[in-house]
């Protein structure tokens, strides 16, 4: 028997970081036989601050923001099948991503949470990720399990 988690949930969104996490939860669970959970969560965020001029910019419906995190999602269950994982089951959550990512750790009684280091939103502004913190920052503080934070640039560092 290992004493490695039996379950590990991987957070994609679809950005380099999420990506190589994708890819270290798809080895670490062939490596332990652990089963491999995907989720990823559609988020609509508001616009700030509005246009000055011109008309309001249309908001997408909560329908039109589902499907297309679905795709997502579909898009990088199909990367784990090209990564040589098997996924035990995928998850679409609805909201904010941190809070989702730990409700759905909790609910499935994840031994291992693996996040990249900076989503989609952490390119968007500084400012935004200072004054609201990092998705992986708050999984990282509140997870009531491990956590794996991958991160891009330790991968484009040469070897010694």
């Not at 246009?51 to 579909?74: F, H, K, M, N, Y």
């Not at 949470?113 to 998705?135: A, C, D, P």
């Not at 991958?150 to 010694?160: A, M, N």
Request: glycine fraction near 8%; proline fraction near 7%; include cysteine.
């Amino acid at each position: 028997m290992s004493d490695f988690p039996a379950k590990i949930l991987v957070a994609t969104d679809g950005s380099e970081d999420s990506v190589l996490a994708v890819q270290a939860a798809v080895d670490l669970s062939r490596e332990t036989g652990a089963q491999l959970h995907v989720v990823h969560v559609g988020e609509s965020l508001p616009l700030y601050p509005p246009p000055a001029a011109g008309p309001p910019p249309s908001t997408p419906s909560r329908d039109e923001i589902r499907q297309v995190a679905q795709r997502l999602l579909d898009a990088q269950l199909r990367q784990v099948e090209e990564m040589g994982g098997k996924v035990e089951d995928a998850h679409l959550r609805m909201g904010r991503p941190a809070e989702e990512i730990l409700r759905l750790s909790e609910e499935i009684v994840a031994g291992l949470i693996v996040v990249g280091n900076q989503g989609l939103s952490g390119r968007f502004s500084r400012m935004r990720r200072f004054v609201m913190g990092s998705v992986s920052e708050n999984v990282t503080r509140y997870a009531r399990c491990s956590v794996m934070v991958v991160r891009k640039d330790l991968y484009d560092r040469p070897s010694t």
